[in-house]
């Protein structure tokens, strides 16, 4: 996994806009993708069977009037799934296992939060999509549980790239670029003592995850001089 971080306006959704559309110096950055060092076949970027790059954007709409089910069994059955009933199945489980909200296969996709929106699509683009590579931007305002969607398309090999202001989902990736001015200003690759920092956030992350628990289930905050 690698991360993509810098300012707002520095460049990262364009970065990432060229990848998802095999850029070949024809969009506004002249950045060409190459593939093991080669330019990319005209086949591969017009494919819409077999594309290469899956990208989960900042927003989400449905504009099909389908229940979630129904809405799976058909993107099951169109990529020749031997199971549609089972892949359907485990992707709603997985989906809520990401989605802060529970909702089932009767709901209509339409009415789906934001939340329960980017849920659905990262556990169907790691269960069903043939996409071996996948673009996200900006996960952390996505109302999901951020590190257990990036540990799915992990465990389901995906090579993912996340622009993120987020710092624990940034000390996550195997490096990072950084972006200034619209482009790669350096390559970050973490070190020992980064490693270790990077748990002690994780700690601080869990902490305020369970502060922000209490106050949606209309509890009192009480914190003591430790932060207990």
Same mark, same amino acid.
């Given at each position: 996994?690698t991360?993509? $971080?810098g @300012? ?10 060229? +990848?998802?559309s095999?850029a /070949?110096?024809?969009? $506004?950055?002249? *950045?060409r993708?190459?593939i093991n060092?080669a @330019?990319?076949?005209?086949?591969a970027?017009q494919?819409?069977? /077999?594309k290469?790059?899956? #990208?989960l954007?900042? /927003?989400?709409n449905?504009?099909v ?13 169109s990529?020749?799934?031997?199971? @549609? !009933? ?6 709603? $489980?997985?989906?809520n296992n ?7 296969g009767?709901v209509?996709?339409?009415?789906l939060?934001?939340?329960q ?6 556990? !169907?683009?790691?269960l ?7 673009l996200?931007d =900006?996960?952390? %305002? ?8 990036l =540990?799915?398309?992990? /465990?389901k090999?995906?090579?993912?790239? +996340?622009?993120?202001? &987020? ?9 990072r670029?950084?972006f200034?001015?619209g482009?790669?200003?350096g390559?970050? $690759?973490? &070190?020992? #003592?980064? *490693?270790?920092?990077a748990a002690?956030?994780? #700690?601080? &992350?869990?902490q305020?995850? *369970?502060?922000? =628990?209490m106050?949606? %289930?209309?509890?009192?905050?009480h914190?003591d @001089?430790d932060?207990?």
């Amino acid at each position: 996994m690698t991360c993509i $971080v810098g @300012p707002t306006g520095s460049g990262k959704s364009r970065f990432l806009a060229d +990848i998802e559309s095999l850029a /070949q110096g024809d969009t $506004v950055t002249g *950045r060409r993708i190459l593939i093991n060092g080669a @330019p990319v076949a005209p086949s591969a970027v017009q494919s819409t069977g /077999q594309k290469l790059v899956a #990208q989960l954007s900042q /927003q989400m709409n449905f504009v099909v009037d389908l229940s979630v089910e129904e809405f799976l069994l058909l993107h099951a059955e169109s990529r020749l799934s031997p199971d @549609p !009933d089972g892949i359907v199945r485990a992707i709603l $489980v997985a989906a809520n296992n990401l989605s802060g909200e529970k909702f089932t296969g009767s709901v209509s996709v339409t009415q789906l939060s934001g939340g329960q929106s980017r849920a659905l699509m990262i556990a !169907d683009t790691a269960l069903l999509s043939s996409s071996p590579i996948v673009l996200i931007d =900006e996960i952390e %305002n996505a109302g999901i549980d951020r590190r257990k969607a990036l =540990e799915l398309l992990v /465990q389901k090999e995906k090579i993912t790239f +996340i622009a993120t202001h &987020d710092p624990v989902l940034a000390l996550i990736g195997s490096r990072r670029l950084w972006f200034r001015d619209g482009g790669i200003a350096g390559i970050i $690759v973490p &070190d020992k #003592q980064e *490693r270790e920092s990077a748990a002690y956030v994780r #700690q601080m &992350d869990e902490q305020w995850a *369970r502060w922000r =628990e209490m106050i949606r %289930n209309g509890k009192l905050l009480h914190i003591d @001089p430790d932060g207990r």
